[in-house]
């Protein structure tokens, strides 16, 4: 049977840009793998944090997948996050006109690709406050 793995993910930039900062949770089957607080770059927008939040929680959960045995493709991985431009985007409903987040954008899909499955959700903010504490 397939692992499901959820990963939520947000992040954030003191000043807009500024100072990025962003975090993500990695569960499977309930049990939490990981909950990892990041700071990031020093001059960054929100939505950059947002994206580099998703390819840190998208990373981890493909090396834990490798530490157990399990094949990427063949585990499926729901993503979660508050951040309607990234989910959108990731969608393809809304374009990435800046290069930077097309980069970006670019990154996390080529990393959700490598999973057999995913599925991808805008989730309240009032939840990633709640799991993630920002």
Not at 32 to 46: A, K, Q, S
Not at 66 to 86: C, F, N, T, W, Y
Not at 90 to 109: F, H, I, S, V
């Amino acid at each position: 049977m397939a692992t499901h793995l959820i990963l939520h993910f947000d992040g954030g930039s003191r000043g807009n840009p500024g100072p990025g900062y962003g975090s993500y949770h990695l569960s499977r089957d309930g049990e939490v793998i990981r909950l990892r607080h990041l700071r990031l770059g020093p001059w960054m927008t929100n939505n950059e944090a947002e994206y580099e939040a998703l390819i840190a929680g998208l990373n981890e959960a493909l090396g834990w997948l490798e530490r157990q045995g399990l094949d990427p493709k063949a585990e499926a991985i729901e993503v979660r996050g508050d951040s309607q431009l990234v989910i959108r985007q990731l969608q393809g409903a809304w374009k990435a006109r800046e290069p930077r987040m097309a980069a970006l954008r670019d990154r996390a899909l080529a990393l959700l690709k490598r999973f057999g499955r995913y599925t991808l959700r805008q989730v309240p903010r009032a939840r990633s406050v709640e799991l993630l504490g920002h």
